[in-house]
């Protein structure tokens, strides 16, 4: 199905950052729900493990949607998640919670197509 997710959602794109853009309900709904599913899973995974150190925000939307990540972390607030605004706004690489969060919020680039590369590497054992 091509007209599903975001898109579907949105009426708009398939493009966060399209989404992002847009003023329109129905933008501003696949956004919420979007952060939602995020919330969601990363609390499942934090119920699972009985705790995390941090928070750790990478790829796309990780590293360049600024609104995202302080959406998912205020969802945290709970336990102690301090999102630290100046940092958040302007860190491309590093710590976006302040010194005293008890849960750490990071930021860490990653090299996507290297990742892929070295999956179906090692999926289909090649050296």
């Given at each position: 199905n091509n007209k599903?997710?975001?898109l579907g959602l949105s009426g708009i794109s398939?493009?966060?950052?399209?989404?992002?853009e847009s003023d329109s309900k129905r933008a501003?709904?696949?956004?919420?729900?979007?952060i939602n599913r995020i919330i969601r899973y990363v609390g499942a995974y934090i119920a699972?493990?009985?705790?995390?150190?941090?928070i750790i925000f990478t790829a796309g939307i990780g590293e360049h949607d600024t609104g995202v990540r302080k959406a998912v972390l205020d969802a945290f607030a709970y336990?102690?998640?301090v999102v630290d605004n100046e940092a958040n706004e302007s860190v491309?690489?590093?710590l976006i919670t302040k010194?005293?969060?008890?849960?750490?919020g990071m930021v860490i680039p990653t090299n996507e197509e290297l990742m892929i590369e070295r999956?179906?590497?090692r999926l289909t054992n090649i050296d």
């Open positions: 599903s997710g975001l398939p493009d966060m950052r399209d989404v992002r501003k709904l696949a956004r919420k729900i979007f699972e493990m009985g705790g995390v150190d941090a336990m102690s998640v491309s690489e590093g010194t005293d969060s008890k849960v750490a999956d179906v590497v």
